[in-house]
């Protein structure tokens, strides 16, 4: 066991805690979407919580529990999905939200501490014109460095595609656990082994993300009396380069009731798509809506609903939110990440709709892939046992439909499609000899020194 009380003696100064509820709260993130992972997280507690201020508490923090041989797990909001901020064995969870600065603004490029939230810095961007071009559908709540450690896809995805596209992360500034721990700053390419790797291979402090300009989305929803339909209208929207979008999400049928605020918009048993265009491209959505037999049914600023505590955005039915809008009144759902190929995309989601409708609940979103445009989803599937759940990856899979796992713990197992290029392995090496930093997430990870 860890001596937890000469750790936090060494680290004077810095904001701690030993509280056992506050312990079991900064310990969780959304890891119960899937039951496969509650079983295996629940319980699982840091030690000691730390709240760093600044790049050199960060360092002190790292010294200390690697002087200590005390693992260290980082986390932000707490919006991921698969225990990413959950530590494995104890030690200290590194509370990032304190850093929350944006510092810079040059050319379209942000440089912004990683504790920032995703809402507090789109706000601050958009006062001088510009936005993210992407964000999660927890942005009210997510960090930005928890974007970039854990996710990296969401709203904005059908044009600037995800986090791992080359030029939407322009660097990073990443505190090592090496001995002693250092600030490396990561530019361009050399940014890619903390893309997406859970606080694996270093703890970010700072980040450099360009911007898009900023454009007053409307929120608008679409009813359509079938899936089918509403899925051709959403490709057709996305392929319509002249349409300036952020979103197109599909919902079939047993979504809507689910969705508050619009629910009694949307006539029973009607598909759904929600979309994100800007005003100049309202003219044109109307006439795409009813080529394709759709009808809009409400329509809102985005920006007014995600300022407002009381209104709700539309990115916030899509997405993950769609599991949690089901979980909030029925419990025994799951759900899948998948992408459907580029060739072809209606006819594979079809085939796999259809065949699952009463345990696969479909819903889709319109996305960019190294340049070409296809369909993800994060169906929510009705729960039974992981023998069921692997039998209908598995004819996900035979319709050549990507899986993204997420009911396993690792980097390596649950990425598929959305693995960052680059040698995150070799640069955990070098950066946490150790394997100090959030261990058990890095499946193929050894040491190269052991722990004392």
């Given at each position: 066991m860890a001596d937890i009380g000469a750790l936090a003696a060494?680290?004077?100064?810095?904001?701690?805690s030993t509280d056992r509820a506050l312990l079991r709260q900064k310990?969780?993130?959304?890891?119960?979407?899937?039951?496969?992972?509650?079983?295996?997280?629940?319980?699982?507690?840091?030690?000691?919580f730390a709240r760093p201020r600044d790049e050199a508490e960060v360092l002190r923090v790292l010294a200390a529990a690697r002087a200590a041989r005390v693992p260290v797990t980082v986390r932000g909001g707490g919006t991921g999905n698969y225990g990413q901020c959950v530590p494995m064995q104890g030690g200290v969870v590194l509370d990032m939200t304190a850093m929350d600065r944006p510092l810079a603004l040059r050319d379209g490029v942000v440089e912004v501490e990683a504790g920032a939230k995703m809402i507090d810095l789109d706000l601050w961007a958009r006062e001088r014109g510009w936005e993210l071009r992407l964000w999660p559908s927890t942005k009210r709540t997510a960090t930005i460095g928890g974007f970039v450690a854990g996710g990296g896809a969401g709203?904005?995805?059908?044009?600037?595609?995800?986090?791992r596209e080359r030029g939407n992360l322009l660097g990073a500034r990443v505190a090592t656990m090496q001995d002693p721990p250092v600030v490396l700053e990561l530019?361009?390419?050399?940014?890619?082994?903390?893309?997406?790797?859970?606080?694996?291979?270093?703890?970010?402090?700072?980040?450099?993300?360009?911007?898009?300009?900023?454009?007053?989305?409307?929120?608008?929803?679409?009813?359509?009396?079938?899936?089918?339909a509403a899925a051709r209208f959403a490709l057709a929207l996305a392929f319509a380069d002249g349409i300036p979008k952020k979103m197109c999400g599909v919902f079939d049928s047993q979504f809507p009731p689910f969705f508050r605020a619009i629910a009694d918009a949307v006539p029973a048993g009607h598909a759904l798509a929600l979309v994100m265009v800007a005003p100049s491209g309202m003219r044109a959505l109307r006439d795409l809506a009813a080529e394709h037999g759709g009808t809009i049914v409400a329509e809102q600023s985005t920006v007014e609903a995600e300022r407002d505590a009381e209104k709700t955005p539309f990115y916030e039915y899509c997405w993950n939110h769609t599991t949690l809008q089901v979980l909030k009144r029925d419990r025994g759902v799951t759900y899948l990440q998948c992408r459907f190929p580029f060739e072809g995309t209606l006819e594979a989601v079809e085939a796999v709709r259809e065949p699952f409708r009463d345990e696969v609940w479909m819903h889709t979103k319109c996305v960019r892939f190294g340049g070409r445009i296809t369909m993800s989803a994060l169906p929510v599937i009705r729960w039974t046992t992981a023998e069921r759940l692997a039998e209908i990856m598995a004819a996900f899979e035979a319709q050549g439909i990507g899986i993204a796992n997420p009911h396993v713990l690792t980097i390596e197992e649950g990425s598929n499609y959305r693995r960052v290029p680059g040698d995150q392995l070799g640069f955990k090496q070098r950066t946490d000899p150790l394997g100090l930093l959030n261990p058990g997430k890095m499946r193929d990870f050894v040491p190269l020194e052991t722990p004392a």
């Amino acid at each position: 066991m860890a001596d937890i009380g000469a750790l936090a003696a060494a680290l004077d100064g810095i904001e701690l805690s030993t509280d056992r509820a506050l312990l079991r709260q900064k310990s969780r993130d959304f890891y119960w979407y899937s039951p496969i992972l509650k079983a295996q997280l629940d319980g699982k507690s840091a030690e000691i919580f730390a709240r760093p201020r600044d790049e050199a508490e960060v360092l002190r923090v790292l010294a200390a529990a690697r002087a200590a041989r005390v693992p260290v797990t980082v986390r932000g909001g707490g919006t991921g999905n698969y225990g990413q901020c959950v530590p494995m064995q104890g030690g200290v969870v590194l509370d990032m939200t304190a850093m929350d600065r944006p510092l810079a603004l040059r050319d379209g490029v942000v440089e912004v501490e990683a504790g920032a939230k995703m809402i507090d810095l789109d706000l601050w961007a958009r006062e001088r014109g510009w936005e993210l071009r992407l964000w999660p559908s927890t942005k009210r709540t997510a960090t930005i460095g928890g974007f970039v450690a854990g996710g990296g896809a969401g709203v904005g995805g059908i044009s600037h595609g995800t986090l791992r596209e080359r030029g939407n992360l322009l660097g990073a500034r990443v505190a090592t656990m090496q001995d002693p721990p250092v600030v490396l700053e990561l530019e361009g390419d050399e940014a890619a082994p903390v893309n997406r790797t859970y606080g694996t291979t270093g703890v970010l402090t700072r980040l450099f993300l360009p911007l898009t300009p900023a454009q007053d989305w409307r929120d608008v929803a679409v009813a359509f009396p079938a899936f089918p339909a509403a899925a051709r209208f959403a490709l057709a929207l996305a392929f319509a380069d002249g349409i300036p979008k952020k979103m197109c999400g599909v919902f079939d049928s047993q979504f809507p009731p689910f969705f508050r605020a619009i629910a009694d918009a949307v006539p029973a048993g009607h598909a759904l798509a929600l979309v994100m265009v800007a005003p100049s491209g309202m003219r044109a959505l109307r006439d795409l809506a009813a080529e394709h037999g759709g009808t809009i049914v409400a329509e809102q600023s985005t920006v007014e609903a995600e300022r407002d505590a009381e209104k709700t955005p539309f990115y916030e039915y899509c997405w993950n939110h769609t599991t949690l809008q089901v979980l909030k009144r029925d419990r025994g759902v799951t759900y899948l990440q998948c992408r459907f190929p580029f060739e072809g995309t209606l006819e594979a989601v079809e085939a796999v709709r259809e065949p699952f409708r009463d345990e696969v609940w479909m819903h889709t979103k319109c996305v960019r892939f190294g340049g070409r445009i296809t369909m993800s989803a994060l169906p929510v599937i009705r729960w039974t046992t992981a023998e069921r759940l692997a039998e209908i990856m598995a004819a996900f899979e035979a319709q050549g439909i990507g899986i993204a796992n997420p009911h396993v713990l690792t980097i390596e197992e649950g990425s598929n499609y959305r693995r960052v290029p680059g040698d995150q392995l070799g640069f955990k090496q070098r950066t946490d000899p150790l394997g100090l930093l959030n261990p058990g997430k890095m499946r193929d990870f050894v040491p190269l020194e052991t722990p004392a």
